[in-house]
């Protein structure tokens, strides 16, 4: 069985941080391209950060870049989001998904539930 679970999610201030974390069962993540998503109400979902497996290779949208970092741990399986200096446009459901390579959620075989984040004073 693939199972995505995401955690770390929460309410924040602007200017704030937060660190999402994915942690992945039934397959070996290291082969796998894998990254994050997000979906603000109203809002065609859409890609945020991708790591891929086989070189660790990363990839940003750039309204995120220079603020969030995605990294992993192959041998816990997990994937993290650091998301700094967050900006109430920031606020969605933030999916973990693989494959992200393409940045297109229709290519996407595996999500998880999602985390809220919302960024709000």
């Known amino acids: 069985q693939v199972q995505l679970v995401e955690s770390g999610g929460g309410l924040v201030q602007p200017g704030g941080s937060l660190r999402l974390s994915c942690a992945a069962s039934g397959f070996t993540l290291d082969y796998y391209n894998i990254g994050w998503f997000r979906q603000a109400p109203g809002k065609e979902r859409e890609v945020v950060s991708c790591i891929s497996g086989n070189d660790g290779s990363t990839y940003a949208a750039e309204s995120v870049q220079g603020r969030f970092t995605i990294s992993k741990d192959n041998a816990k399986n997990t994937v993290y989001l650091q998301m700094n200096s967050l900006k109430p446009e920031d606020t969605a459901v933030y999916y973990c998904?693989?494959?992200?390579?393409?940045?297109?959620?229709?290519?996407?075989?595996?999500w998880g539930q999602g985390t809220q984040v919302t960024v709000s004073s």
């Open positions: 998904a693989i494959d992200c390579a393409s940045g297109n959620y229709k290519e996407v075989d595996y």
